[in-house]
């Protein structure tokens, strides 16, 4: 069998959905729908979390930066598809294929982080509101944040480099829509077992391991909130925990049956579809599930709009 290593290949294909010929182009318009609200939520959360000196809290501090997250988390995998479907060409160059999945590990494995670390942030505003401004200083968030992204750009980079050296089998087809790493690892010949090693430490430090913390935050939070007397305040606090768990329960769990299976399961079609999930589908919900449902984001968005008087129809549309 003919080897070849990375550098010798010039060009990857994608396969894509190609096995689906009658759904590609609903596939096609679903994903540029989930990449342009997922593009539009962000950035205008971004915007209004910059302008308002209002929304200079740790909980908007986390969040502006889950959204500069699943930014460059949905660009790196849906920009290029919805490109090659357009164009018809379904090639990646050998840099571009290394960088697609730098990038896709390494913001997918910040937004792992980032997830348990907001929990966190409202177990201590709700369990223990009076110790919240000395607990989530100023200098403690900036930390948590910039180590989320450390941990995510570290770990990723440890995969990457992990499987760039690897001796490939001539084939440079890839079955999937992105340069997804498992789906990469399919086209290499010799032995992965240090490769799939290291992938499984990180993928159970990222994945069980935070959202454990998360279903923890949340069990204290539960409590909490079973002692408000309030039957009207008790059920919308019970909405928020619900729409906040929905989201983490898609992005982790879907990630965890890829990223957790047995070796021995091939299920290469039903993996491209759980990559929309958690590459498209969560990154549109976060910033309307955590943000732009909450009272302060609204407020902060009509004054925003207010100050353009083009903009009546856009506020009288928010009250």
Request: hydrophobic share 50%; proline share 4%; glycine share 4%.
């Given at each position: 069998?003919?080897?070849?290593?990375?550098?010798?290949?010039?060009?990857?294909?994608?396969?894509?959905?190609?096995?689906?010929?009658?759904?590609?182009?609903?596939?096609?318009?679903?994903?540029?729908?989930?990449?342009?609200?997922?593009?539009?939520?962000?950035?205008i959360l971004?915007?209004?979390?910059?302008?308002?000196?209002?929304?200079?809290?740790?909980?908007?501090?986390?969040?502006?930066?889950?959204?500069?997250?699943?930014?460059?988390?949905?660009?790196?995998?849906?920009?290029?598809?919805?490109?090659?479907?357009?164009?018809?060409?379904?090639?990646?160059?050998?840099?571009?294929?290394?960088?697609?999945?730098?990038?896709?590990?390494?913001?997918?494995?910040?937004?792992?982080?980032?997830?348990?670390?907001?929990?966190?942030?409202?177990?201590?505003?709700?369990?223990?509101?009076?110790?919240?401004?000395?607990?989530?200083?100023?200098?403690?968030?900036?930390?948590?944040?910039?180590?989320?992204?450390?941990?995510?750009?570290?770990?990723?980079?440890?995969?990457?480099?992990?499987?760039l050296?690897?001796?490939?089998?001539?084939?440079?087809?890839?079955?999937?829509?992105?340069?997804?790493?498992?789906?990469?690892?399919?086209?290499?010949?010799?032995?992965?077992?240090?490769?799939?090693l290291?992938?499984?430490?990180?993928?159970?430090?990222?994945?069980?391991?935070?959202?454990?913390?998360?279903?923890?935050?949340y069990?204290?939070?539960?409590?909490?909130?079973?002692?408000?007397?309030?039957v009207?305040?008790?059920?919308?606090?019970?909405?928020?925990?619900?729409?906040?768990?929905?989201?983490?329960?898609?992005?982790?769990?879907?990630?965890?049956?890829?990223?957790?299976?047995?070796?021995?399961?091939?299920?290469?079609?039903?993996?491209?579809?759980?990559?929309?999930?958690?590459?498209?589908?969560?990154?549109?919900?976060?910033?309307?599930?955590?943000?732009?449902?909450?009272?302060?984001?609204?407020?902060?968005?009509?004054?925003?709009?207010?100050?353009?008087?083009?903009?009546?129809?856009?506020?009288?549309?928010?009250?």
């Amino acid at each position: 069998m003919f080897l070849a290593n990375w550098t010798s290949v010039k060009v990857f294909f994608f396969l894509g959905f190609s096995h689906y010929p009658k759904v590609q182009v609903i596939i096609f318009a679903v994903c540029l729908l989930m990449y342009l609200i997922t593009l539009l939520g962000n950035v205008i959360l971004i915007s209004i979390t910059i302008l308002d000196s209002h929304l200079h809290t740790p909980r908007y501090l986390f969040l502006s930066n889950l959204s500069f997250v699943d930014i460059w988390y949905t660009s790196s995998a849906l920009t290029p598809m919805l490109a090659n479907f357009v164009s018809g060409r379904n090639t990646i160059s050998f840099s571009g294929c290394a960088t697609q999945m730098y990038l896709s590990l390494a913001m997918g494995s910040t937004e792992c982080v980032l997830l348990s670390m907001m929990a966190y942030d409202r177990y201590v505003a709700i369990c223990n509101p009076l110790r919240y401004p000395v607990i989530m200083n100023r200098r403690t968030c900036v930390q948590i944040a910039a180590g989320s992204w450390m941990t995510g750009c570290l770990t990723a980079l440890v995969e990457t480099m992990s499987v760039l050296p690897l001796s490939l089998c001539g084939n440079s087809i890839i079955n999937h829509f992105t340069s997804e790493i498992l789906a990469v690892l399919k086209l290499v010949c010799v032995d992965t077992s240090l490769v799939q090693l290291i992938m499984l430490v990180i993928s159970v430090l990222l994945l069980p391991m935070p959202m454990l913390l998360i279903c923890i935050s949340y069990a204290f939070i539960l409590t909490s909130i079973l002692r408000i007397s309030s039957v009207e305040g008790r059920s919308k606090a019970f909405s928020t925990c619900t729409a906040h768990l929905m989201v983490v329960v898609l992005f982790y769990g879907t990630a965890l049956s890829m990223y957790l299976k047995p070796s021995a399961v091939d299920s290469q079609e039903i993996d491209k579809f759980m990559a929309l999930v958690y590459a498209g589908l969560t990154p549109m919900l976060n910033p309307i599930i955590y943000s732009l449902r909450n009272k302060e984001v609204k407020v902060a968005l009509k004054k925003l709009l207010i100050r353009n008087p083009f903009n009546t129809a856009c506020i009288s549309i928010l009250k």
